[in-house]
């Protein structure tokens, strides 16, 4: 994923060290040309020291042919009457000092809107892949996937450890879960069976590894 | 509530899916279907969905009409095509009585009770079918029949129109979870071959269901019609279904021993041997209509005589040799007598019957047939103790009637309904005058 910018350049330190709790990387900037010379998944501007210059710069950065979205405003709380007027310019403010699970969970909530993010653990999402977990749906390049239940717990189950090599037998009691009728070889039916539905294109995700078992995805040690 | 159901309802739910279909088969392997709404199916999977068996050929005696369809979640399919484009979905459904014990008149119950008797004593049925069929112009078969090309095997010419809508058709198959090992142009004109991915016979008989009715649909979506019948045109290869059979006990191919010769294991012998000793009294499920036997005849590819060997395609049961290095797992045993329009929930059966007779009673296989059986004479095979299958629909009902095994198999309601059913197909079929007299006679008697 892109980095967030941060306005300024330097940023408040409690502001760094929450982005890095939560492991978005980020990148401080202090003019508007380098702003728009990036490629950013969004912007965090912080107006507490000078409100004139942040908002000036979140303006300049959401105009032109590239707006930079989403934009989270931090201010103090009596800069709130600075907002009136200007709405057009941020998706989404936090007082500051902010507490660390609000500014995150704000933060979240903007980039999940955006399509940016995943929504922790409800949505495991691998290249075209979108699995997910509270509806069952699976969808491969836009195109829903029709599976039946088993099919979907073992596409879960890969796709949430991509690069990973299961052996048949580990994949049945993490899966399955018990001693099934027709052993390991039911793992190989329904990984023909997931390869045949996901088609063509996408059935290279599920890889055999010889004389191992199945990874989903490409392998971690390669490039 | 089981996973599998919650899974299926949310899924219906998510997906918008207006119409359920609740499948089963009857005695002959006809599909049958109803349709509920999905508010019905919570319901359904609790309490089953009860109807009148009495209508539904060889399944009810009429003074126990009622029976139960209790739809089986696990083998639950979304069907995006036809429906005017709107979603629906099918379940595969056991058949119960009313007081919950399985109808003895369903044939995947009967394929159920089969299944678990080998799984009780160890083993585990998976099966690869070969599905060859024809194309025709048309479903009318008053006139001469149209194929759609005069192609041959593995022949890929431009004018083999049929190859369009055989994709189309695995396509389908592929997306409902029936993966296609091959597919390509069979030996006769416009006659094509599906063969499928193994899997355990259960899913494997219901994915012939559906396998049928995909290639029926896409055809007819194409303006053709596709005939499973076993020969439709005299003169030309028949369709048959050879299979594929592996026995699985535990982890481990059962039919696979590393030092034994063939690497055939003795188990896989003994399986040989039962289906040898038994074919002439399974063929009527394997072979079921009057037709079939037009394709059991010498000339064509198809089986006539009891016999097996390792490469000789005129032997009723051959032993593929397994690709290097894939011997533990691609041990199998081809059976080359079944055809498309065999039911398949009752062709497993008492295939699997067969050869566990042979495990249970310790039968000897025989030496291979190396020579080719059709350039040997009568005599040569009597010395060598070759039989025949049966010849005729009539003749292979005879040698069902009298065998324990099969009526054991099958179970008595379905053995004694089909035993009558085709007694009297028989004695239709014998009462009609056929084209073949009529240009023989007419004019010369």
């Given amino acids: 994923m892109e980095p967030l910018l941060i306005y300024p350049d330097p940023p408040p330190a409690d502001l760094i060290r929450s982005l890095d709790m939560a492991g978005h990387g980020h990148q401080a900037v202090s003019d508007e040309s380098t702003a728009l010379a990036g490629t950013w998944s969004g912007a965090i501007i912080c107006a507490e020291d000078d409100g004139e210059a942040a908002f000036a710069f979140a303006r ?70 979108v699995l997910n977990v509270e509806t069952y749906q699976a969808i491969i390049g836009g195109r829903p996937l029709d599976l039946t239940y088993m099919e979907y717990e073992l596409l879960k189950f890969l796709s949430a450890n991509p690069g990973r090599v299961f052996t048949r037998e580990t994949l049945l009691s993490r899966v399955w879960g018990y001693e099934y ?43 | 509530m089981s996973d599998h159901q919650s899974y299926v309802l949310r899924t219906i739910e998510e997906r918008r899916v207006r119409l ?124 001469a029949l149209e194929p759609l090309d005069r192609a041959s095997y593995f022949d890929l010419t431009t004018f083999d129109a049929s190859s369009d809508i055989r994709r189309a058709t695995i396509q389908r198959l592929e997306a409902i979870g029936i993966p296609v090992e091959y597919s390509f142009h069979e030996d006769a004109p416009s006659q094509h071959e599906i063969d499928l991915r193994y899997t355990d016979a259960l899913s494997m008989a219901d994915n012939l269901m559906t396998l049928r009715l995909v290639v029926r649909e896409v055809a007819l979506e194409h303006g053709v019609h596709a005939t499973f019948m076993p020969k439709p045109m005299a003169g030309v290869q028949g369709s048959g279904m050879h299979t594929h059979l592996s026995l699985w006990s535990g982890e481990g191919n059962a039919f696979h021993d590393p030092d034994a ?46 016999s097996w060997a390792r490469s000789n395609r005129s032997a009723l049961v051959r032993l593929p040799v397994p690709k290097r290095g894939k011997e533990s797992s691609g041990t199998r045993l081809e059976y080359r007598a079944l055809d498309p329009a065999c039911n398949p929930y009752l062709a497993y059966s008492v295939i699997l019957a067969a050869g566990l007779a042979g495990i249970e009673r310790g039968y000897r296989l025989e030496e291979e047939a190396s020579a080719n059986m059709f350039e040997l004479s009568e005599q040569e095979r009597k010395d060598k103790g070759i039989t025949l299958l049966p010849t005729s629909l009539s003749d292979a009902l005879d040698r069902m009637e009298g065998s324990e095994l099969v009526r054991e198999a099958l179970g008595e309601h379905i053995f004694e309904w089909f ?27």
Avoid at chain 1, 62 to 84: C, E, F, K, S
Avoid at chain 2, 34 to 43: F, G, H, M, N, R
Avoid at chain 2, 95 to 120: I, S, W
Wanted: charged share 25%; hydrophobic share 40%.
């Fill in chain 1, 60 to 129: 300049s950065i959401r105009t032109g042919d590239a707006p930079i979205a989403p934009l989270l405003l931090l201010i103090r709380g009596n800069q709130l009457a600075d907002l009136d007027g200007r709405h057009e310019i941020f998706d989404d403010f936090c007082v500051t000092p902010f507490h660390p699970v609000e500014f995150e969970a704000r933060l979240k909530h903007l980039l999940v809107r955006g399509g940016l993010t995943d929504m922790g653990d409800e949505v495991i999402n691998y290249g075209d892949l």
């Fill in chain 1, 181 to 223: 009728y027709g052993g390991a070889r039911t793992v190989d039916v329904h990984i023909r069976r997931l390869r045949a539905k996901l088609g063509e294109e996408y059935a290279p995700l599920i890889q055999t590894v010889r004389s191992v078992g199945y990874r989903f995805g490409e392998s971690r040690w390669s490039s």
């Fill in chain 2, 20 to 143: 359920v279909r609740l499948w089963f088969t009857d005695v002959l392997g006809q599909l049958k279907s109803v349709a509920i709404s999905p508010v019905e199916l919570e319901t359904a999977f609790e309490d089953g969905v009860q109807f009148d068996g009495s209508a539904i050929d060889g399944f009810s005696r009429v003074q126990e009409t009622d029976v139960l369809a209790i739809p089986d979640a696990s083998s639950f399919q979304l069907m995006s095509w036809g429906d005017g484009g709107e979603m629906s979905a099918r379940i595969f459904c056991d058949l119960a009585n009313l007081d919950g014990t399985p109808f003895e008149g369903d044939p995947r119950q009967v394929l159920r009770r089969n299944l678990a008797k080998a799984h009780d004593a160890g083993f585990d049925l998976m099966c690869a079918p070969e599905v060859e069929f024809f194309y025709f112009g048309s479903s009318d078969a008053s006139g």
């Fill in chain 2, 261 to 306: 010769e063939n690497q055939l294991s003795e188990l896989g012998q003994q399986f040989i041997a039962g289906l040898l000793t038994h074919a002439p009294e399974i063929t009527a499920v394997t072979n079921q209509l009057v037709n079939s036997y037009k394709r059991l005849v010498p000339g064509f590819e198809a089986p006539v005589h009891v």
């Fill in chain 2, 419 to 445: 035993l009558r059913n085709k007694r009297s197909e028989w004695n239709d079929y014998k009462a009609h005058v056929t084209q073949f007299e009529l240009d023989r006679y007419f004019g010369t008697w």
